[in-house]
């Protein structure tokens, strides 16, 4: 119980980057995962090393070839005289082995899937709790020293910005979906769905475009697994539910005919909605994707130019002038103090998760990922985990514009997929033996 909340808090406060003493590289999050991995390893030291499992075996294969692929980055950095910041190299270089060492331990012992569904109720419960002190400090009920909860108008809670709240946001949201899903009574099904109430409603406050695009995917993808799992069913009666999946199916055409008309006021509708979820105004809007598109452009150029063999880890990228000229205010002086620094090297990131891979670890870091997150995927589909495919769903999402696999908790919703799909397909082979 102890170790389940250490790697909890260790979650959670991972992205609370205010938390950290000014300077310092790790805070009360990165603590609390050290200290977890610790006595993880303690106890698999005392047990003589972990078993293999599929899970672990997966995991363990894609960090060696994750970590392999930035070797081969960072000589190639080295030999073309790459100009790199050496503190975000080294954040990187701290923050890899952590998350293997955390994905990897997550998933060993004979009991990982009760384990990690345990932890997955802690985490969605406490991250609520922790969500409801950061709106509480918001709205000034409350005061926590010097931490300024709001990047202009955009809430950030306890992070650095707000990208990182949003993202914890989802998470805890899509974990609450899968929680419900899987859930052995209606109550458990009611207070799954409630602890997803405070992270929408966070995460909307934080006005990330992509927590926005999550959020409006999440639902149809849901409903469009639930439909195929009610379907297939194999239960020799039919069902309400497979009753209901049947008659939706076969009423989508005439619901379409009859729609039509009234098709200009939906998607009217659906537009107004988009720019009410999305921040900013549409001069905003378009400013961030000419930024996006400068970015994953470079990204690929400097990816080539290494001849696919990356650069090795942290940010390879020129900060853009459009962004250096919005940060001046009249008198020449900086809006606000952020990473990355102008320095003289090369600190800024294409804020697409597989193009930032491919310019560390070249083309072997982006194929492992990708093979990683594929084999994650249809695990969880064909085992019919409809809410840890949404999960992935949103996790691709998320991925398209942020560097995401180095939050912890990524890494754990991953451990949980792999885990869970695999109890659940030894459940159904028990079934049909």
Known sequence: MKRDLLLVFGLLLSTASQLRPLGAPIGPGELCLVIWIALMLGRETISRGPQFTPALSRLVLFWLLFAVAQSIGTLAGFATGD?????????????????????TLSVVGPGAGSRLHRVAWFLVTLGSATLALQVAQAWEWVSFGSIDPWYWERMRGWSDNPNQLAFLCAMLGLLSLHLADVAASASARIAAIAAAVLP?????????????????????????????????????????????????????????VSAAPFGYSLAVEAQELVKE???????????????????WWQAIDRGLDSGML?????PHLP????????????????????????????????????????????????????????ATFLLTYRTRLDGLTTTLCGLMIFSIFHLIVRHPVFWFAIAMCLVAAQGRKASLMRRLS
Do not use: C
């Open 83 to 103: 100009a790199h910041d050496s503190y975000l190299f080294m954040h990187d270089v701290m923050a890899y082995p952590l998350l293997a060492a955390m994905s």
């Open 200 to 256: 929408v409603y966070v995460g909307r406050l934080t006005k990330s475009d992509t927590f926005g695009l999550v959020l409006l995917a999440a639902g149809p993808i849901f409903i469009a697994l639930k439909l195929r799992t009610w379907l297939l069913s194999q239960r020799p009666m039919l069902t309400v539910r497979s009753a209901s999946a049947w008659i939706a199916i076969l009423a989508l055409p005439l619901l379409l």
């Open 277 to 295: 979820m999305a921040k900013g105004n549409q001069q905003d809007t378009e400013q961030t994707a000419q930024l996006r598109f400068l970015a």
């Open 310 to 314: 990356g650069l090795g880890p942290g």
């Open 319 to 374: 900060i853009p002038d459009l962004l250096l000229a919005g940060r001046q205010d009249p008198t020449g002086e900086p809006k606000y103090i952020e990473h990355p620094e102008v320095n003289g090297t090369l600190n800024f990131e294409a804020h697409n998760t597989l193009l930032d891979i491919f310019t560390q670890g070249g083309l072997m870091a982006v194929l492992s990922l990708v093979w990683l997150i594929a």
